[in-house]
């Protein structure tokens, strides 16, 4: 399975390095030396990664074929993807990866269907789960307080007892 783990923001220097930003909690996983990334929209580029390195706290990425700042110029804007087993999981039991929560049934704090998440949305301090309600789509942050279950063998999360949790503002 595909997912996206990065978009190039820009050309580095003269050899062809990207500026990535990152759209993963693993980035040692997901851009280590040798590894193959594609590009969405693109199936006919692999791009075999040669440096990996942090300047001024951003991710600067050699691939093997971008060899001249012309050519990754032109990557501007494009999201990079890694292939990844549909069954691989976080390193860490307590993180979720945005495509195992997406589609989980969200149950209230009594047990009761509420809805379900249809998207996770990254906003810097906390991730935000976007959850269809009967009532329109309602962001509930996915923190521990307010999304102390996710079971995933039930293909369920549910809310702590929260007043106004899902309520419309």
Known sequence: MEVVVGEVIKAH???????????????ERRFAIGRVLGVEGHPELALKITSVKTIAGRLVVGFADLLERDTAEKMRGYLLT??????????????????????LTVLTAAGQV??????????????????????????????????????????????????????ED
Request: aromatic share 4%; charged share 20%; no cysteine.
């Open 82 to 103: 890694a292939d990844v087993p549909a069954d691989e999981t976080p390193s860490d039991p307590e993180e979720y990866y945005d495509r195992q929560l997406i589609g």
């Open 13 to 27: 220097g003269v050899h062809g390095e990207l500026v990535v930003a990152l759209h993963t909690d693993e980035p």
């Open 114 to 167: 509420a809805g379900t998440v249809s998207t996770v949305l990254h906003q810097g301090v906390q991730d935000l789960l976007v959850v269809n309600t009967p009532s329109g789509a309602r962001l509930v942050p996915f923190v521990t307080a307010l999304v102390p279950t996710v079971d995933l063998a039930a293909a369920t999360l549910t809310l702590a007892d929260v007043t106004g949790l899902l309520e």
